[in-house]
């Protein structure tokens, strides 16, 4: 069995009828190259998703009910340049998404194939009449450009993003095999002179999930658009269920990050795109700064966990103080405390795990992650509540509707549910 696979191929569409590029072992490393997330591919109308993301990858013997452990080891940001912005969806050329059932305005075709001539919101042609074909149009927006190490990005002004929509391609990265044409022919300057580190992160990283639905909406706040719609990836709230939530937003998963992702199909289908050259909190733009990279990957195969979505061990220094596991100081102070008052059963040995939360909103999505702790840890859902006032936090990851919930979990509890080494190991030596 194959203890590396590389993958440059992407899909629009995941779910249990696309097919695996390969088979993993356990333990071995996947390499993706990927191409940006959201706007590139919401201009390019044959895409059936606001993501293309990296064919997924089967995991030798991951059944339904295992978790797969996605170590991330490497972020490569291959981009040079990038644009983003606030989105206005164009409702002459859509029925019920306009990054997924986009048509031509002027001669009706569905999902049209599309070539770019010029610069501009309107450079995106049909190739049936060469009219215009705009689902999106970006209200306010930047061209970002990137030093040589990627240590940082500056906005540029109106003269040098023309430059960079001449060569978009070229400045994007895009892979010869990719889907979608390139936002920075938007030429987009309207906040120019801005500077922000490049910190980067995987937006969208998991599994499949168990039914067929876009890359973008396998979360429960995008997957919100599929209740009711026209297209043939319509669903229904107990569809919804069977997503995974890959696509999290959330910041915390960059190198050195966990993802211990649920497995909803046989082989789990591991996927990786939309990666990010930074991202706040809640990414409330609605985007950010999507990029080409190559992601460097371990995954282990962790049996019967039944982790009802994706949990998360952030890197140490993206803990919060609350969350941080308790110093040999802190516990010698926390043992003498207890013992001067005569309690002999305290929980000395704890570890924070992030559990990721979505729905429709953000109280929603905080009330699905709570509820997914505490099917996990099997605590009260009241208790899990109390944990997490005293012990932990609750994240925006992504606006409107994703969360990442973290908790101070006792190791006796990580031992019941086979995560205590793997996460010991993690936050070992810190």
Excluded at 168 to 192: C, R, V
Aim: net charge negative; proline share 5%.
């Amino acid at each position: 069995m194959k203890k590396l696979v590389y993958c440059d191929e992407t899909t629009d569409i995941v779910g249990p009828e696309i097919e695996m590029i390969d088979t993993l072992a356990a333990g071995g490393k996947f390499i993706v190259r990927t191409n940006p997330g959201c706007w590139g591919n919401m201009i390019t109308p044959h895409i059936k998703s606001w993501h293309e993301v990296g064919r997924p990858v089967a995991i030798e013997d991951a059944e339904v009910g295992d978790a797969v452990a996605i170590k991330i080891d490497k972020i490569n940001v291959l981009s040079r340049a990038t644009s983003s912005g606030t989105d206005e969806a164009q409702g002459e050329y859509f029925n019920s998404d306009p990054g997924i059932d986009s048509f031509c305005a002027n001669c009706g075709t569905k999902n049209p194939d599309t070539y770019v001539k010029g610069t501009g919101e309107e450079a995106v042609k049909c190739k049936n009449c060469d009219s215009p074909v705009i689902p999106f149009i970006m209200p306010h927006g930047y061209t970002m450009y990137f030093d040589n190490k990627r240590e940082f990005g500056i906005t540029v002004d109106e003269n040098i993003s023309q430059e960079i929509a001449k060569k978009a391609e070229k400045y994007s990265n895009l892979t010869s095999a990719g889907m979608q044409h390139s936002i920075n022919i938007f030429a987009k300057h309207d906040m120019p002179g801005v500077a922000a580190r490049v910190i980067p992160m995987i937006g969208n990283i998991g599994t499949m999930p168990a039914i067929n639905m876009p890359s973008s909406h396998n979360a429960g706040d995008f997957a919100q658009f599929l209740l009711g719609a026209e297209h043939e990836f319509a669903c229904s709230e107990e569809d919804l269920k069977n997503r995974s939530d890959a696509h999290m937003d959330v910041n915390e998963v960059r190198e050195g990050a966990v993802v211990i992702a649920p497995v909803k199909v046989k082989g789990a289908g591991v996927y990786i795109g939309d990666v990010h050259a930074m991202q706040g909190d809640g990414e409330i733009a609605g985007h950010t700064t999507d990029i080409s990279a190559e992601v460097e990957v371990t995954i282990d195969l962790i049996k019967n966990l039944n982790n009802l979505g994706p949990i998360i061990l952030p890197n140490f220094e993206d803990l919060t103080p609350l969350t941080k596991p308790y110093t040999e100081e802190e516990n010698k102070k926390i043992k003498k405390t207890a013992q001067s008052i005569g309690l002999s059963s305290i929980e000395e040995e704890m570890y924070p795990i992030q559990m990721i939360g979505s729905g429709a909103d953000l109280n929603s999505a905080a009330a699905d992650g709570l509820e997914k702790l505490a099917k996990l840890l099997d605590y009260p859902l009241d208790e899990i509540k109390n944990r997490v006032t005293v012990n932990g936090d609750i994240s925006i990851g992504r606006a409107p509707g994703v969360v990442n919930i973290t908790i101070l979990t006792p190791i006796s509890k990580l031992k019941e549910i086979n995560l205590a080494g793997i996460v010991k190991e993690h936050y070992k030596q810190k």
